[in-house]
Nanobody
Framework: VQLVESGGGLVQAGGSLRLSCAAS????????MGWFRQAPGKEREFVAA????????YYADSVKGRFTISRDNANNRAYLQINSLKPEDTAVYYC???????????????????WGQGTQVTVSS
């Protein structure tokens, strides 16, 4: 599976972005999709995940109420809508695909088999 993120950029605090992840190479609905982010000098951290059907979503506590993950299986895309951006949201955002999702492990980057190259989100104060 190949993953390509887009939609990052420089925004002011309080602004919004919609990140997109385009997938190719396999049946998209087989995969749980996740979004992770990595700020300079920090470890990669879980942001959100969505089941293959789109019926179940998961969020990190730090983004609940501000971020929304979704997917369009007909067009092989996953999305991350980011609202009320804060400077601490500045990071490279990655999408990832998990072919054999284990219950309760949606937050673990080691569970994911494929990764995109990342898209930079920078929030100015």
């Amino acid at each position: 599976v190949q993953l390509v993120e887009s939609g990052g950029g420089l925004v002011q605090a309080g602004g919004s972005l919609r990140l997109s992840c385009a997938a190719s190479g396999d049946t998209f609905s087989y995969y749980r999709m996740g979004w992770f982010r990595q700020a300079p000098g920090k470890e990669r951290e879980f942001v959100a995940a969505i089941s293959g059907s789109g019926g179940t979503t998961y969020y990190a506590d730090s983004v609940k109420g501000r971020f929304t993950i979704s997917r369009d299986n007909a067009n092989n895309r996953a999305y991350l809508q980011i609202n009320s951006l804060k400077p601490e949201d500045t990071a490279v955002y990655y999408c990832a695909a998990d072919r054999a999702p284990r219950s309760g492990r949606h937050y673990d980057p080691m569970q994911y088999d494929y990764w995109g190259q990342g898209t930079q989100v920078t929030v100015s104060s």
